[in-house]
C-alpha cells in the first residue's frame, strides 16, 4: 500500500450520482491520469453498496454510450446493510478465507433460535418465533458493528435496573448456546461472513494490489469491514474512493462538533466518521471529474447544508444567508413544498405530480419515502390511469394470491372448517378443487346459502354432512352440496390428518402444500400448475422451498399454533414484480434511492415518526448498554435518513411533501422540514416554495361534473302490486319503515341469514318458544306435580337438534333453566284464575272496511281464558320489551291487533274449532333472558278493549292512506327508530339521503 496514493473524490449533493459515474468513466477511465498505464473501461473494477446500484450502474452506463455496445468494467457489491450477497474478487484471498463455513439461511436460524427460546423461557411457539426474528435482527446489528457478542455477560449488574438483568439473562441464548449450535452444524452467521471476507479481501489487496483500478462508490462505510475494505481501496495505487454527498461547504467550527457526542442523527455524522477511519480530512477529498455543478445547485446544497447544519451554531444562520445574497434565492428555484390536509390528499398530489411528468417525453419521476401506507396510496392513485408503478418496496407476500390462499387452508383446517375460514378459502380463485371452476364456485354458493348462513354448523367434515341432511331444498341442490363436501374432505384430507394431534412441523408444511394442490387443481390444470404459476407463484414456491428445507429444524408443533407460525415465518417476505411496471415512474425507499436519481424527486411522508423514524429504545439493550459495548446510539439511524434527504432534496427538481393529519391525528413536520421552513421564514421565502395548488388539483380530479343529491326512495307501485295480507308484526314493519314492507312483499326480496350467526334473537326466541308451546299444549289447564322437570324434560327434547351448536350447550340451555324455573313459578300464580291456556294460536281476520279487503293474521304465543270470561293476551320476548307508551300510541301494535282479533273471534284452536269470541282483559309481555333475573312480567290492562278498538280504527285508516298510489312507501320515515338497523337500509341507501337530510346516525 502507498500513503501517498490517496484518491478521495465527492460528488456534489443533487448530482446524479451513477449517471455521472457512469459519463466520467466512459470519457477517460484513468481519470485523468490519476491511474498509470491508461487502463480501458473493461480494466475498472467498480465495488457499490448494493445489488440494486449494481444493475442501476450498468443501465447508466449503457445510456450514457448511446446504446452502444460497451464491454463494461467490473461491478460488484460491497453487501452493504441490507444485502445479503457478497461478490468480490477471489483472487489473493487466502485458503481460510475461500473455505469459510457457509452461511446459515435466515429461515433455519429463525426456527433454531426459536426452539432454543421454547427449550430456556417455555414460551409458546408463536411467540417464540416472533422473539427469535427479533433476536436474529440483534445479532446482525452486533456482528455489523463489529461488536463483541460475549461481553454481554460482562455487563455490571448493579449499573442497571434490575429488569435488564432479565435481558441479559434470556440473552445469553446467543452468547451461550448459540455459537456451539453453529459450530455443530458447520454454519456461520452471516454477518460475521461478510466481515470476514470484506476483512479478507483487504488483506488480499495489501499484500497484492489488483492490476487494474479499483473504485468504491457511494458507500457510507456504515459497517466497520466495510470502512476498513474503503481505507485499503483508498490507499491503492490505482484505487479511489467516491463518497456520496460529502458537505464541502459547512464551516470548520461547525464540521469539529460534528461527531461528538448527541450528533450522530446530523447527515454528516457518518461522512465524519468515515473520513476519519480513511485516515483523511476534508481537504483531501476532491470533485468527482465532470461532477461540477451549477450556481443554483451549488445555492441549493448551501441552503441545505445551512438548514441542517449543529444546533450548536445555528446563530451563525443570519450571517452565512446574508453573505449567500441573491444566491439563495436562486437555490430555491426547483423546490416545492406541499403540505396536504390529509394522507389521501398528499398521495392524490403525489401521483399527480408524477403524472405530470410523463406529459415530457423522456423525463423520469420518483416518490422517495420510508412510509409504505403511502406508497401504496400513491400506486392505487395511479392506476386511475392505468400505471402500474415500479414499486421497489413490492407488495407482502403474504397478500399475493398463492400464499393468500395457504394461508386461508391453513385456518380453515384449524378452525374446523368453521364458516367464515370455509368460505373465504372456498371462495378464493385459486380453489376449484378438482373441478372446474365455474361449477365449483356454483356449488360453494349454494353451500353458502343452504349450510353456512344462519347457526355455524358442527365442527368438521362431518358436521357439514350432519347440517346437510337437515336443510330444506330441491334433490338436485343436496347433491351438488353433498358432492363438494366430498371433494372438500378428499383435498384437505391431507392437512386435516395431520392437524388431529401434535405433528413435526415438517409433516405440517408437507400435508399443508399437498392440501392447497389438491385444493387448487381444476378439472383441466394440476394443482401445482395453478399455485405456483407466474411472478407470485415462483415467489411462493421460493419461499415453501426454503421452509420444507427449514421446518425439521424446528421439532414438533401444535398443530392450533400451525397458521400463526406459517404466518410468522412469512413476515418481512416481499415480492418485487421484474417486469410490466412503468420505464420512467417509480416508488423508491430511502436505501433503494441511494445513488439513484430521477428529474424530478418527491420526498414524501415527512413527518416525525414517518421520516425520520423514532429512535426507538432498544429491546435488548439501553443506551449505556450499547454504549459499553461499543454500539453506535439509535439516533445513527436518524442520521443516515438525514443524509437521504439532503441528497433528494438537493435535486433539481425537488419536492417535500406532508400530511397535516394522518387517521385523523395531527401530526408533527419532520425536524428537517421545520428546519428548512424556518430558514425560508428568516429570509421572507417561505411563500415562494409552497405549492398547495398540486392536491387542490387532485381534488378536482375527483369532483362529479354534476352533483346529485341523494333523495330519500319514493316507490308508489301501482294498486294490483300492493299486498293485500299483512301479519300483525309486519304492520309494526309498516309503521316504522314502510319500505322494508315493499322490498320484501311487493319486490319479494328474501333476507339472507348473517354467515356464521349466532344462535341469537330469532333463533334463541324460536327453540325457547318451541319449548313452552309443547309444555303449554300437554298441559292446557293444570299443571302437574313435578311441572318444573316436565319443563325440564320437554326442553332437553326440544335443544337435543341445536346442541351440537357450541352456543347452545354451553350458553343457551343453563339460560333455559333458570327461565323453566321461573316460568313455573308464574305459571302456578296465573293458573288459579284461568280456564284453559292456548299455545301458539293462530289467527286471521278480513278488514272489509276497505276498498281492496285486507287480510290480517297472526300467531298469538299464547291466549289464556279466564274464569270471567275474558282473555290475556301473552307474548314471549327474549329480546327487548317494548314500552306501555309505545303500545298504547299504536307504534307497537302486535297485541292490541291479537285482542282486536280475538274480539273479532278471529282465533283457532289447533284443532281448526275457532276460540270463542272474547275481550282481552291484558295485554302480556314475558321477558324472560335466563340471566341474573331470568324472567319479568309487563302487562298493559284493556278491560275495557279501547286499546285494542283504537289500534284496530288506526289500522283501517293507515291502509286506507295505501290504497292510493300517490302513498309511497317512504324509508324509515319516523327518526324515533332511526337508531335500529334495518334490513333493506342498504338498499334504501340510508346512509346517503341521511346525510343530506341532516338526519344522519
Not at 481537504?283 to 441545505?304: C, K, M, Q, T, Y
Not at 415512474?585 to 424527486?601: C, K, N, S, T, V
Not at 443506551?623 to 454500539?631: C, D, L, Q, S, V
Amino acid at each position: 500500500m502507498r500513503a501517498d496514493s490517496l484518491n478521495l473524490f465527492t460528488m456534489p449533493p443533487g448530482t446524479p450520482f451513477l449517471e455521472r459515474l457512469a459519463a466520467t468513466l466512459l470519457e477517460d477511465a484513468s481519470l485523468g491520469g490519476r491511474f498509470a498505464g491508461g487502463p480501458a473501461l473493461a480494466d475498472v473494477t467498480i465495488l457499490l453498496p448494493t445489488r440494486r446500484s449494481v444493475r442501476a450502474l450498468g443501465e447508466a452506463f449503457l445510456r450514457a454510450g448511446g446504446g452502444a455496445a460497451l464491454i463494461l468494467p467490473s461491478i460488484r457489491t460491497l453487501g452493504d446493510v441490507d444485502e445479503e450477497e457478497l461478490i468480490l474478487d477471489p483472487r489473493g484471498l487466502g485458503r481460510e478465507a475461500l473455505e469459510l463455513p457457509p452461511a446459515m439461511p435466515g429461515l433455519e436460524r429463525q426456527l433454531r433460535l426459536a426452539r432454543m427460546i421454547i427449550e430456556e423461557q417455555g414460551y409458546d411457539e408463536t411467540r417464540a418465533l416472533a422473539l427469535a426474528a427479533d433476536l436474529g435482527r440483534f445479532l446482525d446489528m452486533v456482528l455489523t458493528e463489529d461488536a463483541d457478542l460475549t461481553r454481554i455477560s460482562d455487563l455490571v449488574p448493579q449499573d442497571f435496573a434490575d429488569h435488564w438483568q432479565v435481558t441479559i439473562d434470556f440473552l445469553k441464548v446467543l452468547t451461550a448456546r448459540w455459537p456451539e449450535e453453529l459450530a455443530r452444524l458447520g454454519y456461520i452467521e452471516q454477518a460475521e461472513r461478510r466481515n470476514l471476507l470484506l476483512r479478507a479481501q483487504a488483506a488480499a489487496w495489501e499484500a497484492g494490489p489488483p492490476h487494474g483500478p479499483v473504485i468504491a462508490a457511494g458507500s457510507t462505510g456504515s459497517i466497520p469491514a466495510t470502512a476498513a475494505l474503503l481505507r485499503t481501496v483508498a490507499h491503492l495505487p490505482s484505487g479511489a474512493v467516491v463518497l456520496p454527498g460529502l458537505d464541502l461547504d459547512l464551516d470548520d467550527e461547525s464540521w469539529e462538533i460534528v461527531g461528538e457526542p448527541g450528533t450522530a442523527s446530523h447527515p454528516q455524522y457518518g461522512m465524519k466518521k468515515l473520513l476519519a477511519q480513511l485516515n483523511a480530512t476534508r481537504a483531501d477529498v476532491d470533485i468527482w471529474p465532470g461532477a461540477e455543478i451549477s450556481p443554483r445547485a451549488a445555492a441549493r446544497a448551501r441552503l441545505l447544508s445551512e438548514a441542517l447544519r449543529p444546533a450548536e451554531t445555528t446563530e451563525r444562520w443570519r450571517n452565512r444567508l446574508t453573505a449567500l445574497g441573491e444566491a439563495a434565492k436562486d437555490g430555491l428555484n426547483g423546490l416545492s413544498l406541499i403540505e396536504a390536509p390529509g394522507e389521501r390528499d398528499e398521495a392524490s398530489a403525489i401521483a399527480l405530480l408524477m403524472r405530470d411528468v410523463l406529459e415530457t417525453p423522456g423525463k423520469t419521476a420518483a416518490l422517495v419515502t420510508p412510509d409504505r401506507k403511502l406508497a401504496r396510496r400513491v400506486a392505487m392513485e395511479l392506476r386511475r390511469w392505468k400505471i402500474d408503478v415500479n414499486d421497489s418496496g413490492g407488495e407482502p407476500l403474504a397478500k399475493t394470491a398463492p400464499v393468500a390462499f395457504l394461508r386461508l387452508i391453513a385456518n380453515m383446517v384449524a378452525e374446523d372448517f368453521a364458516p367464515v375460514a370455509l368460505l373465504a378459502c372456498l371462495k378464493h380463485p385459486l380453489a376449484a378443487a378438482g373441478e372446474d371452476p365455474a361449477r365449483f364456485r356454483a356449488r360453494v354458493r349454494l353451500l353458502e346459502l343452504h349450510l353456512l348462513r344462519g347457526p355455524r354448523p358442527a365442527p368438521g367434515i362431518e358436521g357439514l354432512r350432519a347440517a346437510c341432511r337437515t336443510i330444506e331444498g330441491s334433490d338436485k341442490e343436496l347433491a351438488e352440496i353433498s358432492k363438494l363436501i366430498d371433494r372438500l374432505e378428499r383435498g384437505g384430507a391431507p392437512l386435516f390428518d395431520a392437524m388431529k394431534e401434535r405433528n413435526a412441523a415438517a409433516g405440517l408444511v408437507q400435508a399443508h402444500i399437498e392440501t392447497a394442490e389438491r385444493l387448487a387443481a381444476a378439472d383441466r390444470t394440476t394443482g401445482a400448475d395453478r399455485l405456483w404459476k407466474e411472478e407470485a407463484g415462483e415467489a411462493a414456491s421460493d419461499f415453501i422451498r426454503e421452509l420444507i428445507e427449514a421446518a425439521p429444524s424446528f421439532g414438533d408443533l401444535d398443530p392450533r399454533a400451525y397458521p400463526r407460525f406459517f404466518d410468522e415465518l412469512l413476515s418481512g417476505r416481499v415480492l418485487r414484480p421484474r417486469w410490466g411496471t412503468h420505464p420512467r415512474l417509480f416508488i423508491w425507499g430511502p436505501l433503494e434511492a441511494r445513488l439513484q436519481h430521477a428529474d424530478r424527486m418527491i420526498l414524501g411522508g415527512l413527518n416525525e415518526g414517518a421520516w425520520p423514524a423514532e429512535a426507538n429504545i432498544d429491546p435488548w439493550l439501553n443506551r449505556p448498554m450499547r454504549t459499553a459495548m461499543g454500539i453506535e446510539p439509535p439516533e445513527r439511524r436518524i442520521g443516515l435518513s438525514a443524509h437521504d434527504f439532503a441528497e433528494g432534496a438537493a435535486a433539481g427538481e425537488a419536492i417535500l411533501t406532508r400530511a397535516l393529519k394522518v387517521e385523523g391525528a395531527p401530526t408533527v413536520a419532520s425536524r428537517w422540514w421545520l428546519r428548512l421552513a424556518s430558514l425560508l421564514q428568516g429570509m421572507g421565502h417561505e411563500k415562494a416554495v409552497a405549492a398547495p395548488e398540486w392536491w387542490r388539483w387532485a381534488h378536482k380530479l375527483d369532483e362529479p361534473a354534476k352533483l346529485l343529491t341523494p333523495v330519500r326512495p319514493r316507490p308508489m307501485p301501482p294498486l294490483d302490486a300492493r299486498p293485500q295480507k299483512f301479519s300483525v308484526t309486519e304492520i309494526e314493519t309498516l309503521i316504522r319503515d314502510p319500505y322494508a314492507i315493499y322490498a320484501k312483499k311487493i319486490l319479494r326480496l328474501k333476507v339472507l341469514d348473517p354467515i356464521d350467526a349466532d344462535i341469537a334473537a330469532a333463533e334463541r326466541g324460536t327453540i325457547i318458544h318451541e319449548a313452552l308451546e309443547k309444555f303449554v299444549e300437554t298441559y292446557p289447564k293444570e299443571l302437574p306435580e313435578d311441572a318444573l322437570g316436565k319443563l325440564i324434560g320437554i326442553g332437553e327434547n326440544v335443544f337435543r337438534h341445536a346442541m351440537d351448536r357450541p352456543g347452545v350447550a354451553a350458553f343457551w340451555w343453563p339460560r333455559f333453566q333458570r327461565i323453566a324455573r321461573w316460568i313455573v313459578e308464574y305459571e302456578r300464580e296465573e293458573r288459579a284464575g284461568l280456564r284453559h291456556v292456548h299455545a301458539e294460536a293462530r289467527g286471521e281476520i278480513v278488514i272489509g272496511e276497505l276498498a281492496r279487503p285486507v287480510v290480517l293474521t297472526g300467531k298469538a304465543d299464547r291466549i289464556d281464558e279466564r274464569d270471567d270470561g275474558m282473555v290475556n293476551i301473552v307474548d314471549y320476548k327474549t329480546g327487548t320489551v317494548p314500552s306501555a307508551k309505545q303500545v298504547e300510541i299504536g307504534l307497537t301494535p302486535q297485541l292490541p291487533l291479537e285482542a282486536a282479533m280475538m274480539a273479532k273471534g278471529g282465533f283457532q284452536k289447533r284443532d281448526g274449532s275457532p276460540i270463542p269470541a272474547a275481550k282481552a282483559a291484558r295485554l302480556v309481555y314475558l321477558r324472560l333472558t335466563g340471566g341474573e333475573t331470568a324472567g319479568e312480567v309487563r302487562a298493559i290492562p284493556d278491560e275495557g278493549g279501547d286499546l285494542a278498538d283504537n289500534t284496530y280504527a288506526w289500522l283501517v285508516d293507515l291502509l286506507r292512506q295505501y290504497e292510493a298510489e300517490a302513498t309511497p312507501y317512504l324509508s324509515r320515515p319516523r327518526p324515533m327508530f332511526w337508531g335500529r338497523y334495518g334490513d333493506y337500509d342498504h338498499l334504501a341507501r340510508v346512509k346517503e339521503w341521511s346525510a343530506t337530510e341532516g338526519e344522519g346516525e
